[in-house]
């Protein structure tokens, strides 16, 4: 086929198929820019609902936040009474566990006359009066308390026999000792 059209026409066919295909690109250009905005408005419209759900949310949570706000008030005064509580136990003395201690280091043969315990007995030096049925047996005593871990600085102050005695116990021994606070807290065994 043989192409026997002007010079000028063929440039205006040529012309106008180009405008069809920059048409069309127009068309397809501006309905891809509205789909976008279509796209972008239908994101906008969820992040405004949702923005609006987690304000709902922020201020379902502020007031039960509020309700919680007594129950750790009462947590924080519980814990206050515990950690007194705990400084009261560690500072408490068990007398019990300083007899227990005493009588076990006190031999057969011998008695106490008195013991007087304080809080301020701990740590500080305090005499022990004895009754023993025979010498050695009050420096059977004197040499317990020396091996136990209840007591330190032991040192005999006074040893007397009164002959003639009726209760039994004719030696009189007195006894310096000092006893560990560790004796009031802890069963130490020897």
Do not use: C, W
């Given at each position: 086929?043989i192409?026997?059209?002007?010079?000028?026409?063929?440039?205006?066919?040529?012309a106008?198929?180009?405008n069809?295909?920059l048409?069309r690109?127009f068309?397809?250009?501006?309905?891809?820019?509205?789909?976008l905005?279509?796209i972008?408005g239908?994101?906008?419209?969820?992040?405004?609902n949702?923005?609006e759900?987690a304000?709902?949310?922020?201020?379902?949570n502020?007031?039960?936040?509020?309700?919680y706000?007594?129950?750790q008030?009462?947590?924080?005064?519980f814990?206050?009474?515990?950690?007194?509580?705990k400084?009261?136990?560690?500072?408490?003395?068990?007398?019990?566990n300083?007899l227990?201690?005493i009588a076990?280091?006190?031999?057969?043969?011998v008695?106490l006359?008195n013991l007087?315990l304080?809080?301020?007995t701990?740590?500080?030096?305090?005499?022990l009066?004895a009754?023993?049925?025979?010498n050695?047996d009050a420096?059977?005593?004197?040499?317990?308390?020396?091996n136990?871990q209840l007591?330190s600085d032991?040192?005999?102050?006074?040893?007397?026999?009164?002959?003639?005695?009726?209760?039994?116990?004719?030696?009189a021994?007195?006894?310096?000792?000092?006893i560990?606070?560790?004796?009031?807290?802890?069963?130490?065994t020897?």
């Amino acid at each position: 086929m043989i192409n026997l059209l002007p010079y000028d026409a063929k440039k205006q066919i040529r012309a106008a198929r180009m405008n069809v295909v920059l048409m069309r690109y127009f068309i397809v250009i501006g309905l891809a820019a509205l789909f976008l905005a279509a796209i972008s408005g239908a994101v906008y419209v969820v992040l405004l609902n949702t923005q609006e759900s987690a304000k709902a949310l922020t201020a379902a949570n502020e007031s039960k936040a509020g309700a919680y706000g007594a129950v750790q008030t009462q947590i924080a005064s519980f814990r206050a009474s515990l950690s007194t509580a705990k400084s009261v136990i560690d500072q408490s003395v068990s007398y019990s566990n300083v007899l227990t201690g005493i009588a076990r280091v006190v031999p057969s043969g011998v008695v106490l006359d008195n013991l007087n315990l304080s809080s301020a007995t701990f740590g500080a030096p305090i005499t022990l009066l004895a009754h023993a049925r025979t010498n050695k047996d009050a420096l059977a005593l004197k040499q317990n308390f020396q091996n136990s871990q209840l007591f330190s600085d032991v040192s005999l102050v006074s040893l007397a026999t009164t002959p003639g005695d009726s209760t039994g116990y004719p030696t009189a021994v007195s006894i310096s000792v000092v006893i560990n606070k560790a004796a009031a807290t802890a069963v130490v065994t020897q």
